[in-house]
């Protein structure tokens, strides 16, 4: 039986890069950090001598975010630049803030790069947010920001 979802975990190249980007940027807090390997770590990500720099990642309420950075091996490929929302290995994970505009602005200033053409009305909450946008995180994970 399905309980819940307790976090997402999204590969990184740098830790400290990434956490410029969802802790200075967008105010998740850092929650514990581990460095994880051996046997049960290799069989779980079926990487053989899998090493991870695991942080993990809250907001004040719902589900977080934990990156994994790979230590060990070095080799694991990037998203295609290319890639578009329409794509098959395409995802999001979509994190709420309480105003849309000033987080757009701020992630813009600092260079990220926006996917939609910016902050979109919904009308009406037609999905259950009034704004969003998405926007690229440093490894080109897509993230869909949304005011409630």
Do not use: C
């Not at 929650?31 to 907001?59: D, F, K, M, P």
């Not at 701020?106 to 259950?128: C, D, H």
Request: cysteine-free; proline content about 3%.
């Amino acid at each position: 039986m399905f309980l819940g979802i307790d976090y997402t975990a999204i590969a990184v190249s740098n830790t400290a890069s990434s956490l410029r980007f969802y802790q200075e940027l967008l105010g998740l807090k850092v929650a514990g950090e581990s460095e994880n390997y051996g046997t049960e770590q290799e069989y779980l990500n079926n990487v053989a001598g899998a090493r991870l720099h695991i942080t993990s990642l809250r907001a004040m309420v719902g589900p977080g975010i934990e990156f994994l950075e790979y230590l060990n091996p070095r080799d694991g490929r990037t998203l295609p630049i290319e890639t578009r929302s329409d794509d098959l290995w395409n995802w999001q994970t979509t994190l709420i803030v309480d105003d849309a505009e000033t987080v757009a602005q701020r992630l813009q200033t600092n260079g990220f790069v926006m996917v939609s053409s910016g902050v979109i009305e919904m009308p009406e909450k037609t999905l259950g947010f009034k704004k969003g946008f998405l926007v690229i995180d440093p490894d080109g994970h897509v993230m869909r920001i949304v005011e409630k």
